[in-house]
Nanobody, 122 residues
Framework: QVQLVESGGGLVQPGGSLRLSCAAS????????MGWYRQAPGKQRELVAT???????NYADSVKGRFTISRDNTKNTVYLQMNSLKPEDTAVYYC????????????????WGQGTQVTVSS
């Protein structure tokens, strides 16, 4: 089985920073793209940032220049460094990863973490 476990959420004041982590574990053959999404109350889940296995990144316009996505392939972990946080960044943040598990036959599947709450408030 494959699972993604997130950590690092919490309460932070406007202008503050948080770093989210998401570690993939289990019977993994390979990991392709990884990413972060978020869902605020009453809104649809939206893309925050993605990163390919080669390190190419993509960001939502709302977080460009403030958030940085990175990954450590030796640890099967993706990170989201969030700086200059705003109240509108408040949401549950979910990581995902496109993983080929050690199954027979092998196939690519998108896995999701359980979500971590980020609250930006004074």
């Amino acid at each position: 089985q494959v699972q993604l476990v997130e950590s690092g959420g919490g309460l932070v004041q406007p202008g503050g920073s948080l770093r989210l982590s998401c570690a993939a574990s289990g019977s993994i053959f390979s990991i392709n793209a990884m990413g972060w999404y978020r869902q605020a109350p009453g809104k649809q889940r939206e893309l925050v940032a993605t990163i390919t296995s080669g390190g190419s990144t993509n960001y939502a316009d709302s977080v460009k220049g403030r958030f940085t996505i990175s990954r450590d392939n030796t640890k099967n972990t993706v990170y989201l460094q969030m700086n200059s946080l705003k109240p509108e960044d408040t949401a549950v943040y979910y990581c995902n990863a496109d993983i080929v598990a050690l199954t027979v036959p092998r196939y690519l599947k998108r896995y999701w973490g359980q979500g971590t709450q980020v609250t930006v408030s004074s």
